[in-house]
């Protein structure tokens, strides 16, 4: 996955310029921090799609920053490396405690580390496009339901719009006639968004705020308009 961002997190600033440069050869996208409150900055306005940090740092270390990720579920899920020179069992126990996808030990081989690298975002990448598969399949469902429970009650709507259209005995006739041809023109627009709801074939994900997504959903073009249809069947 080139053009992949990464965030860098080491407070040894030899380290840093290490891995910037053998991931940027490797055509990602690198940005690095000194510490986690640097990197937490970062976070709070762009989007990674990995993220490597060191265990040992001084004041919030990389334990106490995974645990902070966690906390938040818009990067929660990013594939998250631990790097550090400890060797000792129950630290990467800890790690692997804290969903940590992968726990690379200083002094590390450039191999080993763009093979870890690329090897997490492919899984990351596959469980992206499962999880919208998933969400499809949902979405799809659900504008049965819509299809069902709205379509019924805006057909009566409708039928009674275009009944009231056709009388000739209005009190204000001008005035009612533009008041439910509004109605019916309304109706017809709703009628239109169920119609486009049913021919999802793609979402994506937006961030919306902190925290928060909106679900974007790929509709085909309309193959009718709802306001011409208006048109004409005033025209008739």
Do not use: C
């Not at 965030?7 to 690095?32: F, G, H, S």
């Not at 009231?164 to 009190?171: A, Q, R």
């Amino acid at each position: 996955m080139s053009n992949a961002r990464i965030l860098v997190v080491d407070d040894e600033a030899p380290i840093r310029r290490i891995l910037q440069v053998q991931l940027t050869q490797a055509q990602y996208n690198v940005v690095t921090a000194a510490g986690v409150e640097e990197a937490l900055g970062y976070l709070e306005n762009d989007d990674f799609d990995l993220i490597i940090s060191d265990v040992n740092m001084p004041g919030i270390d990389g334990f106490e920053f995974r645990k902070r990720l966690l906390a938040d579920q818009g990067v929660a899920r990013v594939p998250f490396v631990l790097l550090t020179a400890r060797k000792e069992v129950e630290d990467k126990a800890i790690g692997f405690d804290l969903d940590v996808s992968a726990y690379l030990t200083k002094p590390f081989q450039r191999n080993e580390l763009l093979s870890q690298v690329a090897s997490l975002l492919r899984v990351d990448q596959r469980r992206s496009e499962f999880t919208s598969d998933e969400r499809l399949g949902a979405i799809q469902k659900m504008v049965v339901t819509i299809n069902h429970e709205i379509n019924n009650p805006l057909t009566a709507v409708l039928g009674q719009a275009e009944l009231l259209l056709m009388m000739s005995d209005f009190s204000d006739t001008a005035r009612v006639r533009m008041m439910v041809t509004e109605l019916r023109n309304a109706g017809l627009k709703i009628r239109e968004i169920v119609r486009k709801l049913g021919e999802v074939r793609t979402i994506s994900t937006k961030p919306y705020l902190k925290s928060s997504e909106f679900q974007m959903v790929d509709l085909k073009a309309s193959t009718e308009d709802p306001d011409s249809q208006s048109s004409e069947s005033e025209a008739s």
